[in-house]
């Protein structure tokens, strides 16, 4: 601005003959003071996320769902989609950050984050898996960023659910995979070890499923891939 006012003292003293002829730099420089203040007026848009997000806990009928999600320098952003208000919260209000994979498969992961105030915040995969693994990536890339020692960074199924698949399965390892091949021996007849046999497998589809979803915690610089569809 102490360029432009000099400039038009300049003119101002100069001839008459030399005042009517334009200036061929104050437009520029005028031009290039405007679009500087515009660049530091504008924000970052962020990268948005066509997942589906769901506003606290899921329900059959009444679940509170948003139109994606968008992640920017200084929070999360979306937008109930009944309502069309507009909700943000920053990333120093997440408290924790719970990963879990559904199915044997793997077809299906759920990303849920816990705020100040209990706010629950649900990400589901969809057909479009590469959107959700990009969004928790960059999500948990920017809490690394961001440096924040308070959030708690779990995956997998809570430590009593997963004791509770821990006893159905050694239930179920004792009921129709040992105790089978027992009466088989005590009898010495080979009926009873086809019984084992399904029992075996049965028992094997559980185990996996229990190992797929075995309580971890990590960091947010080392995501758990079993965790992704």
């Not at 968008?70 to 990333?91: F, H, K, P």
């Not at 004792?174 to 049965?202: D, N």
Request: hydrophobic content about 45%.
């Amino acid at each position: 601005m102490l360029q432009v006012a000099s400039l038009s003292r300049v003119s101002s003293d100069a001839p008459s003959s030399a005042t009517s002829r334009p200036v061929p730099y104050t437009c520029a420089m005028v031009a290039r003071i405007t679009v500087g203040k515009g660049m530091m007026a504008s924000e970052p848009a962020g990268q948005h996320y066509d997942v589906v997000v769901i506003e606290g806990p899921m329900r059959l009928f009444w679940s509170v769902v948003a139109k994606g999600i968008r992640l920017d320098e200084s929070g999360l952003t979306w937008i109930v989609r009944s309502q069309g208000q507009e909700r943000r919260r920053a990333y120093r209000d997440i408290r924790a950050i719970h990963l879990q994979i559904l199915g044997i498969r793997s077809n299906l992961a759920i990303c849920r984050i816990s705020f100040d105030g209990g706010l629950l915040l649900q990400i589901h995969s969809t057909a479009r898996n590469e959107r959700y693994r990009q969004f928790v990536e960059d999500l948990h890339r920017r809490l690394h960023s961001e440096g924040i020692d308070a959030i708690e960074f779990r995956a997998g199924s809570t430590p009593r659910r997963h004791t509770l698949f821990l006893g159905t399965v050694i239930v179920m390892l004792a009921l129709f995979v040992l105790l089978p091949i027992g009466v088989a021996v005590w009898r010495g007849e080979w009926g009873p070890l086809k019984v084992a046999l399904g029992g075996g497998a049965f028992t094997l589809f559980f185990a996996m499923l229990m190992w797929r979803r075995q309580p971890v915690t990590y960091t947010p610089d080392r995501v758990p891939q079993k965790f992704f569809p």
